[in-house]
């Protein structure tokens, strides 16, 4: 059982906006300010898509963005394309390790 | 460029042992932390240990500590994981991650896949 919750799958249809929640259920996270979101398409490397809750790194586009609301993190993508399919990974950390959500699978209809 | 490429994996029998390497370039490896995450087919990330860029300080997962061992050589700018007493349920695509900042990674290697049966 994580201690980052996330749904399994989500979908949309391309064009529409998705938003991905990931909230903490444990006393044990360090920084709700630290949340991370992940990219990762199948067979393939995850990739950084929001670091501290809200940054983009360069070269993510802006149709990716974040947000916090009490103990849940969100990943909002706008405008969805095909290429969005993939699944999406949050992550943070507790004061003695590095935790991720279970995984959302992202389905573009 | 940032690059990664992890090497090492392999079929092994329960209760054996394999080593894990990433060659880093691209960056002043001595600079950044570094990360081991793994996956098992079909399952989501699993954080299983950092180390600092001057590899005092090391940090493992519960679920392989006292069994693996984070090292690195920055003559050699590589990152090592020696795991020990492999059991099935460490079989997983291992992934050596650049660490931006505490507990976020913006570059990542292509993955070593250990598999873990007799």
């Known amino acids: 059982q994580s201690a980052l919750a996330q749904p399994a799958s989500v979908s949309g249809s391309p064009g529409q906006s998705v938003t991905i929640s990931c909230t903490g259920t444990?006393?044990?996270?360090?920084?709700?300010?630290?949340f991370t979101w992940y990219q990762q398409h199948p067979g393939k490397a995850p990739k950084l898509l929001i670091y501290d809750v809200t940054n983009r790194p360069s070269g993510v586009s802006s149709r990716f963005s974040g947000s916090m609301s009490g103990n849940t993190a969100s990943l909002t993508i706008s405008g969805l394309q095909a290429e969005d399919e993939a699944d999406y990974y949050c992550?943070?950390?507790?004061?003695?390790?590095?935790?991720f959500g279970g995984g959302t699978k992202l389905t573009v209809l | 460029e940032v690059q990664l490429l992890e090497s090492g994996g392999g079929l092994v029998q329960p209760g054996g042992s394999l080593r894990l390497s990433c060659v880093a370039s691209g960056f002043p490896f001595s600079n950044f932390a570094m990360t081991w995450v793994r996956q098992a087919p079909g399952k989501g990330l699993e954080w299983v240990s950092a180390i600092d860029g001057s590899g005092v300080s090391i940090y493992y997962a519960d679920s392989v500590k006292g069994r693996f061992t984070t090292s690195r050589e920055s003559s050699k700018n590589t990152l090592y994981l020696q795991m020990n007493s492999l059991r099935a349920e460490d079989s997983a695509i291992y992934y050596c991650a650049k660490n931006m900042n505490t507990a976020k990674y913006d570059y990542w290697g292509q993955g070593t896949l250990v598999t873990v049966s007799s």
């Open positions: 992550s943070s950390y507790t004061f003695s390790s590095v935790v």
């Open positions: 444990s006393s044990d996270i360090g920084d709700y300010n630290s």
